[in-house]
T-cell receptor, first 109, second 115 residues
Framework: KNEVEQSPQNLTAQEGEFITINCSYS?????LHWLQQHPGGGIVSLFM???GKKKHGRLIATINIQEKHSSLHITASHPRDSAVYIC???????????FGEGTQLTVNP | EPEVTQTPSHQVTQMGQEVILRCVPI?????FYWYRQILGQKVEFLVS????????KSEIFDDQFSVERPDGSNFTLKIRSTKLEDSAMYFC?????????????FGPGTRLLVL
């Protein structure tokens, strides 16, 4: 059973700061997902990656398969980035996702 | 942009009643999932569905739960006799076929409250 750990659990930043959220997992995977959950509860998929690095706007996700570790970076953070960021892993193609606890990010103006 | 939809957005029911949660996955997707999130806890997998059958289910998905794709577009989760501990947000997700199958797109969720 895969264990997914995220750090930090809570993160408060000032607008404009560079943010890093980390995720580690215990068992080899086929893909890792970064998700965003807003206060209303809805979940939005940000990235799915199985190797290397992906960038979308101010968001960058990296993964190191050998170390079983991924990071989500937000450059020039903004209050609208405030949300819960969740790491989830799938061990095989089409399989269930195992979720981390999430990181509550608050960006103050 | 195509999206996964779920109905109802909120449901309140009495313990012991049956509920059916409905999802319309993205139209060309072939993998379907149900997850739930109890308030304050992490998201948990319930069941996955592919090729008109359950492909995987968790320990949570006991005999009280069932899934169905009745008409080729809807994907439903039925809870036969609800318990207080079934109160949660239920998310449907779908993904396209591929190698790997691709991003799972989540619906907005149904918030279920069992009294």
């Amino acid at each position: 059973k895969n264990e997914v750990e995220q750090s930090p659990q809570n993160l408060t930043a000032q607008e404009g700061e560079f943010i890093t959220i980390n995720c580690s997992y215990s068992v080899g995977i086929s893909a890792l997902h970064w998700l965003q959950q807003h206060p209303g509860g809805g979940i939005v998929s940000l990235f799915m990656l199985s190797s290397g690095k992906k960038k979308h706007g101010r968001l960058i996700a990296t993964i190191n398969i050998q170390e079983k570790h991924s990071s989500l970076h937000i450059t020039a953070s903004h209050p609208r980035d405030s949300a819960v960021y969740i790491c989830a892993v799938g061990e095989t193609s089409g399989s269930r996702l195992t979720f981390g606890e999430g990181t509550q990010l608050t960006v103050n103006p | 942009e195509p999206e996964v939809t779920q109905t109802p957005s909120h449901q309140v029911t009495q313990m012991g009643q049956e509920v059916i949660l409905r999802c319309v996955p993205i139209s060309n997707h072939l993998y379907f999932y149900w997850y739930r999130q109890i308030l304050g806890q992490k998201v948990e997998f319930l069941v996955s569905f592919y090729n008109n059958e359950i492909s995987e289910k968790s320990e949570i998905f006991d005999d009280q739960f069932s899934v169905e794709r009745p008409d080729g577009s809807n994907f439903t989760l039925k809870i036969r006799s609800t318990k207080l501990e079934d109160s949660a947000m239920y998310f449907c997700a779908s993904s396209a076929q591929g190698n790997p199958p691709g991003t799972q797109y989540f619906g907005p969720g149904t918030r279920l409250l069992v009294l």
